[in-house]
């Protein structure tokens, strides 16, 4: 059976639908740990709640900047907790070399947009501000440029009139958490046929 890592900044809704996929049989993992580099995040409080190993991701003081030996640290809790694929579930700091080597092609992130489509930073204002009539859901495999790795899966979801970047957002989240357990599942398979 696949170890995941989770890796989060924020409330941890992709986490918990990756969970929930564990528990009803539609993915076969478990998750070996969950870590953030917000201490006070809900992503935390909500794999302890289950029993999942958490820990911090200390980047203090930089606020984006994701450090190289962080990195390292980052990567050896993973290797140490039996990590197989790490999944990127609001985590909102750049991985870069250190992290991607350590899990070659075994890094994956959920990103709230039709990638090439407004990448980086809230997503769903993006597609709000841009005028959009479609936006959606894409989960890739991770390099080291901002949401540019392979595609894997994507899933549109309308912008209707009148929606704000809040109800687009919550829109997005419901194809999130049905897409993400599904790509999760068959690419495992490639990983351990
Ligand atoms: C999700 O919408 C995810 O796609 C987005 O952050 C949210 C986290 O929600 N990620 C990014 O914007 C990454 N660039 P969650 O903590 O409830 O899973």
């Given at each position: 059976?696949?170890?995941?890592?989770?890796l989060?900044s924020?409330?941890?809704?992709?986490?918990?639908?990756?969970?929930?996929?564990?528990?009803?049989?539609?993915?076969?993992?478990?998750?070996?740990?969950?870590?953030?580099?917000n201490?006070?995040?809900?992503?935390l409080?909500?794999?302890?709640k289950?029993?999942?190993?958490?820990?911090?991701?200390?980047?203090?003081?930089?606020?984006?900047?994701?450090?190289?030996?962080?990195q390292?640290?980052?990567?050896?809790?993973?290797?140490?907790?039996?990590?197989?694929?790490v999944c990127?579930?609001?985590?909102?700091?750049?991985?870069?070399?250190?992290?991607?080597?350590?899990?070659?092609?075994?890094i994956?992130?959920?990103?709230?947009?039709?990638?090439?489509?407004?990448?980086?930073?809230?997503?769903?204002?993006?597609?709000?501000?841009?005028?959009?009539?479609?936006?959606?859901?894409?989960?890739?495999?991770?390099?080291?440029?901002?949401?540019?790795?392979?595609?894997?899966?994507?899933?549109?979801?309308?912008?209707?009139?009148?929606?704000?970047?809040?109800?687009?957002?919550?829109?997005?989240?419901?194809?999130?958490?049905?897409?993400?357990?599904q790509?999760?599942?068959?690419?495992?398979?490639?990983?351990?046929?």
């Amino acid at each position: 059976m696949l170890s995941l890592g989770i890796l989060g900044s924020g409330s941890g809704s992709n986490m918990q639908a990756i969970v929930d996929a564990i528990e009803d049989g539609r993915l076969d993992a478990r998750i070996a740990l969950v870590l953030s580099d917000n201490p006070s995040a809900y992503i935390l409080e909500r794999a302890s709640k289950y029993g999942i190993p958490t820990g911090i991701i200390d980047c203090s003081p930089f606020r984006m900047k994701f450090p190289e030996e962080v990195q390292e640290q980052t990567a050896m809790k993973l290797k140490e907790a039996g990590v197989d694929l790490v999944c990127l579930a609001g985590f909102m700091r750049l991985v870069k070399q250190p992290l991607l080597d350590a899990f070659p092609s075994a890094i994956l992130n959920i990103h709230p947009s039709l990638l090439p489509a407004f990448p980086g930073l809230e997503a769903w204002k993006q597609a709000v501000d841009a005028g959009v009539s479609e936006s959606g859901v894409t989960v890739h495999l991770v390099d080291s440029g901002m949401d540019t790795g392979p595609i894997l899966g994507q899933e549109k979801v309308p912008v209707l009139p009148g929606d704000t970047p809040e109800s687009l957002h919550a829109r997005i989240q419901i194809s999130e958490h049905q897409l993400y357990p599904q790509i999760i599942a068959e690419y495992s398979k490639r990983l351990k046929p």
